[in-house]
């Protein structure tokens, strides 16, 4: 019997921590940190785009998470993301999947939907 998608990205805590090293890697990342950085001195709004981000993934996996934000094109509306800025946020969301040890098979799944989200963010 397979696992779900959720399962083998470790459940809520893997999705946790997936989140966790996206977020500080955006925030390092010199292409899109100033996306972020404006955040930092905000505990209280990292902390919504994370659980936003956990329960996004979470439902989008096959876990229990019901994820009630917006849309991506209303979440980005207005923020002009080049491609450049979405294929870094993209690197960075490998990375972090290496990180965690999730193996090739496995990762392609969160990068094809990375990609398919594309149009619905860049230029918007």
């Keep these: ?3 779900t998608l959720y399962e083998r990205l470790g459940g809520s805590q893997g999705i946790a921590a997936l989140v966790d090293s996206i977020v500080e890697a955006h ?6 940190n100033a996306r972020f950085l404006t955040y930092q001195d905000r505990p209280e709004k990292v902390a919504e785009i994370k659980r936003h981000t956990c329960n996004f993934l979470g439902s989008g996996t096959g876990g229990p998470e ?3 934000g917006r849309s991506m094109p209303d979440t ?3 923020m002009n993301i080049s491609s450049a800025e979405y294929e870094a946020v993209a690197d960075d969301i490998r990375a972090a999947l290496i990180k965690h040890g999730i193996d090739p098979q496995t990762r392609g799944e969160p990068m094809a939907v ?4 594309k149009e619905q963010i860049v230029g918007i």
């Design 76 to 78: 980005h509306r207005g």
């Design 27 to 32: 925030m390092a990342n010199p292409l899109i």
């Design 1 to 3: 019997m397979s696992s």
């Design 66 to 68: 019901q994820y009630t």
């Design 114 to 117: 990375v990609k398919s989200l």
